[in-house]
Antibody, heavy 117, light 110 residues
């Protein structure tokens, strides 16, 4: 069974970087696509970006140059880094898998990240 | 960006039909497929895929859930509604980057 699990700090200071890890079991990240989605307080959801089976990436332009998604295939993990965070980056962060239809069929449990001094 | 509009809330009685709508400001059809998907999210849980490509039931989802629509107008139907269906339902388009979500419809029981 495909399982995803996010991990990382729950509190980040403004202007610092947010770094999260998504650990995948039951499926290789060298197949299909792997993305990050966040849900803000108030329920708005935002797709942040993805990394493909080949390692190519795509990002939401709203995040401009602040975001980076990388991977470690030997550990079957992929990573999110979001730079220069502000309080507006406070959200629950999810990692998820999607296929060619771009429907997110497997999700992690999510990790709540608060940006506060 | 493609904007998806959902009604914030819907109240239905147990055993009745719930119809949740999602309207887009651009056509999400492409080569015979509608790139619209539906998710259910309960408090404290991750979203669960219900319907993909507008009308295809995801694995393990009961047939009480169905989706239809094309172009810019889509609906998710739950019939009959059960108590466990109280949740927030989101639509999501994958026709154009950046992929976007609707604001969610909270389904409550009368």
């Amino acid at each position: 069974e495909v399982q995803l699990q996010e991990s990382g700090p729950g509190l980040v200071k403004p202007s610092q970087s947010l770094s999260l890890t998504c650990s995948v079991t039951g499926y290789s990240i060298t197949s299909n696509y792997w993305g990050w989605i966040r849900k803000f307080p108030g329920n708005k959801m935002e797709w942040m970006g993805y990394i493909s089976y080949s390692g190519s990436t795509s990002y939401n332009p709203s995040l401009k140059s602040r975001i980076s998604i990388t991977r470690d295939t030997s550990k079957n993990q992929f990573f999110l880094q979001l730079n220069s965070v502000t309080t507006e980056d406070t959200a629950t962060y999810y990692c998820a898998r999607f296929t060619d239809t771009v429907a997110f069929d497997y999700w992690g449990q999510g990790v709540m990240v608060t940006v506060s001094s | 960006d493609i904007v998806l509009t959902q009604s914030p809330a819907l109240a239905v009685s147990l055993g009745q039909r719930a119809t949740i709508s999602c309207k887009t400001n651009q056509n999400v059809d492409y080569y015979g497929n509608s790139y619209m998907h539906w998710y259910q999210q309960k408090p404290g849980q991750q979203p669960k895929l219900l319907i993909y490509l507008a009308s295809n039931l995801a694995s393990g989802i009961p047939a009480r859930f169905s989706g239809r629509g094309s172009g810019t107008d889509f609906t998710l139907t739950i019939d009959p509604v059960e108590a466990d269906d109280t949740a927030t339902y989101y639509c999501q388009q994958s026709r154009n980057l950046p992929w976007t979500f609707g604001g969610g419809t909270k389904l409550e029981l009368k």
